[in-house]
T-cell receptor, first 114, second 110 residues
Framework: EAQVTQNPRYLITVTGKKLTVTCSQNMNHEYMSWYRQDPGLGLRQIYYSMNVEVTDKGDVPEGYKVSRKEKRNFPLILESPSPNQTSLYFC?????????????FGPGTRLTVL | KQEVTQIPAALSVPEGENLVLNCSFTDSAIYNLQWFRQDPGKGLTSLLLIQSSQREQTSGRLNASLDKSSGRSTLYIAASQPGDSATYLCAVVRDDKIIFGKGTRLHILP
């Protein structure tokens, strides 16, 4: 089944404890992206990747890191999480030329930073 | 900076009615526009994608139109059903960045 998977789905952590949220897609998509969704602010793009070893900042990259060593994986790294990073996070991927095609979303990761 | 607005923020309609959801954007130089559905606590499901060269797309009871010159898109839902209750989001793409509207929360009354 074609899908985007994220792990973990739920995470409660404390301020300053490094964490990684994994994202994997099995559709051989070139473009992958991370978003956060907050009440009243909607979905905002954190980082995106056009292909392996190519990443770029979205609208809200501060406090986040990403890497794209393999085509299928695009982990989101929070080196020193803070409470304002408590949010619902989504990973997405799409085929073909960059973001021009249909976006497929993962199920989301609900992160709470105490 | 591109801004995407969806009006209304919430909408309740009786079952069976046809309805229109609106999406407007400030910069008409977009590559495409995509409509999504999001159920509570769930991820996003793609409904329709309209490339910048297209005027509309249809899938079943859904029809999405795009007017780049006026910075508007509409999502038309025919013969609404209770299962259509969800939040509907539009997103525009330009320069490999994707900007979402805040969504319209739709409730279909049985």
């Amino acid at each position: 089944e074609a899908q985007v998977t994220q792990n973990p789905r739920y995470l409660i952590t404390v301020t300053g404890k490094k964490l990684t949220v994994t994202c994997s897609q099995n559709m051989n998509h070139e473009y992958m992206s991370w978003y956060r969704q907050d009440p009243g602010l909607g979905l905002r793009q954190i980082y995106y990747s056009m292909n392996v070893e190519v990443t770029d900042k979205g609208d809200v990259p501060e406090g986040y890191k990403v890497s794209r060593k393999e085509k299928r994986n695009f982990p989101l790294i929070l080196e020193s999480p803070s409470p304002n990073q408590t949010s619902l996070y989504f990973c997405a991927s799409s085929d073909g030329g960059g973001s021009y095609n249909e976006q497929f979303f993962g199920p989301g990761t609900r992160l709470t930073v105490l | 900076k591109q801004e995407v607005t969806q009006i209304p923020a919430a909408l309740s309609v009786p079952e069976g009615e046809n309805l229109v959801l609106n999406c407007s954007f400030t910069d008409s130089a977009i590559y495409n526009l995509q409509w999504f559905r999001q159920d509570p606590g769930k991820g996003l499901t793609s409904l329709l994608l309209i490339q910048s060269s297209q005027r509309e797309q249809t899938s079943g009871r859904l029809n999405a139109s795009l007017d780049k010159s006026s910075g508007r898109s509409t999502l038309y839902i025919a013969a609404s059903q209770p299962g259509d209750s969800a939040t509907y989001l539009c997103a525009v793409v330009r320069d490999d960045k994707i900007i979402f509207g805040k969504g319209t929360r739709l409730h279909i009354l049985p």
